[in-house]
């Protein structure tokens, strides 16, 4: 499985960008529970959304919610972030990953990068003030 981020970018405070992941290589995409996550600079790997296979189930972490939205197009292979009201503090590289077994992820561990088999190479988000 191949997973491709684009969408990145410089941006203004304020401002909103829309992040696209495809996948290929595997050809149940519509299968598998997915999930964004951003690494800042000097920081730990941190959960930012998450979507059930069939787009039904979604979470977010805290520092997005209401901003962010996490959808997919699964006759496309492709999961979406779109991010409005960025601030300076969402400035990271984004990650989108992929569940290899077609068993759901439960609640509690939507945030786990551990759950996640698949990693794409990330694409820079910068916000400035």
């Known amino acids: 499985v191949q997973l491709v981020e684009s969408g990145g970018g410089l941006v203004q405070a304020g401002g909103s960008l829309r992040l696209s992941c495809v996948a290929s290589?595997?050809?149940?995409?519509?299968?598998?529970?997915m999930g964004w996550f951003r690494q800042a600079p000097g920081k730990e790997r941190a959960f930012v959304s998450f979507?059930?296979?069939?787009?039904?189930?979604?979470a977010y972490a805290d520092s997005v919610k209401g901003r962010f939205t996490i959808s997919r197009d699964n006759t496309k292979n492709t999961l979406y972030l779109q991010m409005n009201r960025l601030k300076p503090e969402d400035t990271a590289v984004y990650y989108c990953?992929?569940?290899?077994?077609?068993?759901?992820?439960?609640?509690?561990?939507?945030?786990?990068?551990?759950?996640?088999?698949?990693w794409g190479q990330g694409t820079q988000v910068t916000v400035s003030s």
């Open positions: 990953a992929q569940r290899s077994s077609p068993n759901r992820i439960i609640q509690s561990s939507m945030g786990d990068p551990s759950v996640y088999d698949y």
């Open positions: 290589g595997r050809s149940t995409f519509s299968t598998h529970d």
């Open positions: 979507i059930g296979e069939n787009g039904g189930r979604t």
